[in-house]
């Protein structure tokens, strides 16, 4: 039994949607939150059970018979929680389930040092995996293009993309790294601790998505640099909460470090197809209705 933690998410969905075609339906179980948001999953042959990684006990009976259970990392910190405590009773529970295995959406940046903040945590949680006990595989993803489209939304409105000193990304998409975790899931043992980075196949920093978007979009779009210091001013200015103040200079920082900038071919291995660009992205963009 392969258990997908998360499933009601966006990640946690897709990897779903992506592992029914390649193992057997009565192989697949997730862990959710809110049952009744699953209930088309249940009706495909997917096992549903309530579980919560803020309530530890309810992951045993969502963890039962799990040979392998996939821990989509949590966004407790968004909110004020903790997702290493959240991470560590997800383990926990995997152990106690007697699962074989554990697979970790990590991120390619995860690093101890790292000077975006929600690396630290990943790094921790890969050093809990690996004394866990069990055998484990951190899936190392990319930066999501989501993440990049969300930050240029505003700019996309005004003209203007403001921000400090940023370095290159390799923006990678939510759909290709649910297509390859659920590859990896479906080949048990594939990789041994954390993977290579799973990367599109280009790097691109926001002056050179702000041109890109330009061209397809059909309408100007200007890279303004400004300090970092201007920067939080700003956000403080917004009322943005100390904690999402941090992640957002983080990410600036941290890529102008040049942390995000790998580009492996990995991830078009496991898809046996190019990755989704940017390029790509962006026209969805100008796709959608207005």
């Known amino acids: 039994m392969i258990v997908v933690t998360g499933a009601t998410g966006q990640l946690g969905r897709l990897i779903v949607e992506k592992l029914i075609p390649r193992v057997p339906v009565d192989r697949v179980a997730v862990s959710v939150r809110d049952v009744r948001k699953a209930q088309d999953l249940a ?3 997917v096992r ?3 579980g919560d990684f803020a309530e530890p006990k309810s992951l045993a009976h969502a963890f039962e018979g799990a040979s392998q259970v996939l821990i989509v990392s949590s ?3 968004a909110t004020g929680g903790d997702p290493l405590a959240q991470h560590r009773s997800a383990i926990e529970a995997a ?5 074989r295995r554990i697979v970790y959406t990590s991120h ?16 921790e949680t890969e050093r809990m995996l690996g004394e866990s006990g069990l055998a484990w595989t951190s899936l190392r993803n990319g930066f999501y293009a989501s993440s990049a489209m969300f930050l240029l939304e505003k700019g996309l409105r005004t003209g203007v993309f403001e921000a400090p000193p940023d370095g290159k990304v390799s923006w990678t998409t939510h759909a290709d790294l649910a297509e390859a975790a659920a590859v990896i899931l479906a080949n048990e043992g594939r990789f041994d601790g954390p993977t290579p980075p799973l990367t599109a196949s280009e790097a691109l920093d926001f002056g050179e998505l702000c041109d890109l978007a330009s061209s397809i979009l059909g309408r100007p779009l200007r890279r303004s640099l400004v300090s970092e210091e201007e920067m939080a001013a700003k956000l403080t200015a917004s009322q943005m909460p100390a904690r999402p103040l941090a992640i957002s200079l983080g990410l600036y920082r941290a890529s102008h470090h040049g942390e995000f900038a790998a580009v492996d071919p990995t991830l078009r291995t496991l898809l046996g197809r190019a990755p989704t660009s940017m390029r790509e992205v962006i026209a969805q963009q100008r796709a959608r209705p207005a």
């Open 48 to 50: 549903v059970r309530e």
């Open 75 to 77: 966004n407790a910190a």
């Open 43 to 45: 009706a495909r042959g």
């Open 95 to 99: 152990r106690a389930a007697g699962a």
């Open 108 to 123: 390619m940046g995860a690093s101890r040092t790292s000077a975006f903040p929600p690396m630290l945590d990943h790094a």
